[in-house]
């Protein structure tokens, strides 16, 4: 697969032009990046590397190859649901989705492979990902067609996803949608910030109850930006309990993570079209009925 770069995108970094230009998938990246498939005018180059007007970016991996040889992470995985093509899991807060630089050893996928027996052909497929800081809910598909299908259904309104969140202060109005366009901060990687020049992002929320100096809010995803939800919840003055990068970090309460959580996944199953729905609550709020994640509001 070649792309030749226009002038409009000279200076760019090869690993952006491969993303948004050629439309590579996360996973292929880091499968190119790991077996070294990535060329620059034919030569092999890393993902960091910028390309020039008339380059010629090329990319190569195997379809159905691991990423690299994963590690097993012996850590029981809780799995509400899961069958030939899917499977969905609870990832505990404070563990990564993914493995990575950073986490190459403990994450929900060395841990997900080690579950699986550690098979000579593992390859992760997961639909919806969520932050290291985040627990919940995570649909991972088993093969190719299903994550195809999945990630097709991801972005509309037949797959549902509802969170938890434990906040500092709590929202002036019992419920309504935080609608405020997302952006990347000026010269940050990670952090997102509310700019009328960001994407357009919407989240409804009600309020279940006070707890402690906070709320226990319900949240709906209508777009799923970056973030999307910690800095909704920020920008209106109560961010989430623990979250070091928007609001206030809480190492004695929430070490490496923060109070939100994936409490309910909604989907139709990509093969049959059966309509699945699973729900998980974290320990900041196991004394609630999960019945209310299912009600209505906004």
């Known amino acids: 697969m070649e792309y030749r770069v226009g002038s409009e995108e000279a200076g760019r970094k090869i690993r952006d032009i491969l993303r948004s230009s050629m439309g590579v998938s996360y996973t292929a990246l880091k499968s190119a990046k790991w077996n070294g498939r990535i060329f620059l005018n034919g030569e092999p180059v890393r993902a960091d590397a910028r390309a020039e007007d008339g380059d010629l970016v090329g990319i190569e991996w195997a379809e159905d190859a691991p990423v690299y040889a994963l590690k097993p992470f012996?850590?029981?995985?809780?799995?509400?649901?899961?069958?030939?093509?899917?499977?969905?899991?609870?990832?505990?807060?404070?563990?990564?989705?993914?493995?990575?630089?950073?986490?190459?050893?403990?994450?929900?996928?060395?841990?997900?492979?080690?579950?699986?027996?550690?098979?000579?052909?593992?390859?992760?497929?997961?639909?919806?990902?969520?932050?290291?800081?985040?627990?919940?809910?995570m649909v991972i598909a088993r093969t190719p067609h299903a994550q195809h299908l999945l990630q097709k259904e991801l972005h509309t309104p037949a797959f549902r996803r509802r969170y938890l969140a434990w906040t500092d202060g709590r929202p002036e109005k019992d419920e309504g949608i935080l609608d405020y366009p997302i952006a990347k901060a000026p010269g940050a990687t990670v952090r997102r910030i509310v700019s009328e020049e960001g994407k357009p992002s919407r989240t409804k929320y009600r309020v279940l109850r006070e707890q402690g100096d906070g709320a226990?809010?319900?949240?709906?995803?209508?777009?799923?930006?970056?973030?999307?939800?910690?800095?909704?919840?920020?920008?209106?003055?109560?961010?989430?309990?623990?979250?070091?990068?928007?609001?206030?970090?809480?190492?004695?309460?929430?070490?490496?993570?923060?109070?939100?959580?994936?409490?309910?996944?909604?989907?139709?199953?990509?093969?049959?079209g059966e309509k699945i729905c699973v729900t998980s609550l974290p320990e900041w709020a196991k004394d609630i009925d999960a019945s209310v994640l299912f009600m209505d509001f906004c």
Do not use: W
Request: charged share 20%; hydrophobic share 35%; glycine share 10%.
């Open 74 to 137: 012996e850590m029981p995985v809780e799995v509400p649901y899961e069958d030939g093509h899917l499977m969905i899991a609870v990832k505990p807060a404070g563990i990564a989705s993914q493995s990575s630089r950073n986490h190459p050893d403990d994450s929900l996928e060395n841990a997900v492979y080690a579950r699986s027996g550690c098979p000579e052909n593992f390859v992760y497929r997961p639909v919806n990902r969520l932050d290291k800081g985040t627990g919940g809910l």
């Open 216 to 272: 226990l809010v319900l949240l709906e995803l209508e777009t799923g930006r970056t973030h999307q939800i910690r800095v909704h919840l920020s920008h209106i003055g109560c961010s989430v309990k623990g979250d070091f990068l928007y609001g206030q970090e809480q190492p004695g309460e929430f070490p490496g993570c923060f109070a939100l959580h994936s409490a309910l996944l909604e989907l139709d199953h990509p093969i049959t």
